[in-house]
């Protein structure tokens, strides 16, 4: 089973700050990698596939990186709007597995 | 649009037996591969189960496995997992998502989920 390590697992961030989220797997993935946000109440959104691709319609202001064991989530400009809970899922082997998950605070 | 609508959560005692429903609409059903995800208050995310558009495939996470069996109906357009020898550790928001393709199961689009409590 692919563990996956995500960092921080809360922030507060500044309009217009430049946010980094971590996730780290404990072996190789290759980039089969995806990120999601979902906002409280509501129904998670895929935000981000196969580690770099930005999902239609998905503002660019996200975008990820990585490739292996290493991703990273940016969220450049960060907007009241981003306020949610983040998360990364591994979808390269059975079990698919999740990141512990980061709430971002919006100051 | 994409609609998953699950339904069938409550409260059930330990050792018993609950099913869920997810109603799909906005989308060829029988297409698309299907998961259910939980998240148990307080915690992370917990991949449950996938299968295929089909219905020939599916696949459990470990600890699941012998006690539900996720299952679909795609003349109805639903799909069905079947919780039996239910846990306290069961408690948890069960969420429906659709797959990207009629293989792959990892969610694509998610339902807004249905909370299961078991009392001990």
């Known amino acids: 089973e692919t563990t996956l390590t995500q960092s921080p697992a809360f922030m507060s961030a500044t309009p217009g700050d430049k946010v980094n989220i971590s996730c780290k797997a404990s072996q190789d993935i290759d980039d089969d990698l995806n990120w999601y946000l979902q906002r409280p109440g509501e129904a998670a959104i895929f935000i981000i596939q196969e580690a770099t691709t930005l999902v239609p319609g998905i503002s660019p202001r996200f975008s990820g990186s990585g490739y292996g064991t290493d991703f990273t989530l940016t969220i450049n400009n960060i907007e009241s709007e981003d306020a949610a809970y983040y998360f990364c899922l591994q979808h390269d082997n059975f079990p698919l597995t999740f990141g512990q998950g980061t709430k971002v605070e919006i100051k | 649009e994409v609609q998953l609508l699950e339904s069938g959560g409550g409260l059930v005692q330990s050792g018993g037996s609950l099913r869920l429903s997810c109603a799909a609409s906005?989308?060829?059903?029988?297409?698309?591969?299907m998961s259910w995800v939980r998240q148990a208050p307080g915690k992370g995310l917990e991949w449950v189960s996938g299968i295929s558009g089909s219905g020939g495939t599916t696949h459990y996470t470990d600890s699941m496995k012998g006690r539900f069996t996720i299952s679909r109906d795609n003349f109805k357009k639903t799909l069905y997992l079947q919780m039996n020898s239910l846990r306290a550790d069961d408690t948890a928001v069960y969420y429906c998502?659709?797959?990207?393709?009629?293989?792959?199961?990892?969610?694509?689009?998610w339902g807004q989920g249905t909370l299961v409590t078991v009392s001990s």
């Open positions: 998502a659709k797959g990207p393709t009629t293989s792959f199961c990892w969610p694509h689009y």
């Open positions: 906005g989308f060829t059903f029988s297409n698309y591969a």
